[in-house]
């Protein structure tokens, strides 16, 4: 009767947890949960591709000042750049002669009413 009861007790032990490891599978393959994992996949993926981005970025500007340190010394170029901005230009207007202020008699606005014309209106 021992025997009995041990292997109906093992048998029931082994279906709980079969049954249990079945569900928490099931849960697992829903929409839901794979939408989420998915999304958790991506953005660890988005943070440890950011950090190699960086960390190459950083290498990258420090192989580039090294390189440009180099090939200064070598040109003779070792005299500090000045790294301000240069003064702004003074512009110089075109003027145009089919204007109202070049146009001898009347103006062709008052002869005939123009309408600014805008191409992309017509999109």
Do not use: C
């Amino acid at each position: 009767m021992f025997r009995r009861t041990f292997w109906f007790t093992t048998g029931v032990a082994a279906g709980v947890w079969a049954t249990t490891k079945v569900n928490r599978k099931l849960k697992q393959l829903t929409p839901e949960h794979l939408a989420v994992a998915a999304a958790n996949k991506a953005i660890e993926a988005g943070g440890r591709l950011r950090d190699r981005t960086v960390d190459f970025a950083l290498e990258v500007r420090d192989h580039m000042a090294r390189r440009e340190a180099e090939l200064g010394d070598a040109l003779g170029l070792t005299t500090p750049v000045d790294r301000e901005l240069p003064p702004s230009r003074s512009h110089t207007v075109i003027e145009n002669r089919d204007s109202p202020e070049h146009v001898e008699g009347p103006t062709p606005e008052s002869t005939y009413p123009t309408y600014p014309y805008n191409r992309n209106e017509d999109h």
